[in-house]
């Protein structure tokens, strides 16, 4: 596997999550790390974007709530999401660039947000 995501589950609206998503060392030359969400019957989309210099951007949708970040020396990428509203509610995919002009991505984790 060379991206395992993992922290998705189940919140009240209001709440909050963290996803991980971790880099196997195969994949060398990692650039940009990113996340995105795909709804039930709606396209997959951007969510968030980390640069290898920590620039970072993120969807409209959910700037001032989401905090990505990364940990090169773990090869790993994080998404804080707090105040979670239920159109957050979708499969979280993390994704990787690297150097070599090849894109990785993880399997998907879900994050439900209900009351």
């Known amino acids: 596997v060379q991206l395992q995501a993992s922290g998705g589950g189940s919140v009240q609206p209001g709440g909050s999550l963290r996803l991980s998503c971790a880099a196997s060392?195969?994949?060398?030359?990692?650039?940009?790390m990113a996340w995105y969400r795909q709804a039930p019957g709606k396209q997959r989309e951007l969510v968030a974007r980390?640069?290898?210099?920590?620039?970072?951007n993120y969807a409209d949708s959910v700037k001032g709530r989401f905090i990505i970040s990364r940990d090169p020396a773990a090869n790993t990428v994080y998404l804080q999401m707090n105040s979670l509203k239920p159109e957050d509610t979708a499969v979280y995919y993390c994704?990787?660039?690297?150097?070599?002009?090849?894109?990785?991505w993880g399997k998907g984790t879900q994050v439900t947000v209900s009351s």
């Open positions: 060392r195969s994949i060398r030359s990692i650039s940009d």
């Open positions: 994704h990787v660039n690297s150097y070599y002009g090849t894109d990785y």
């Open positions: 980390v640069t290898t210099i920590s620039r970072t």
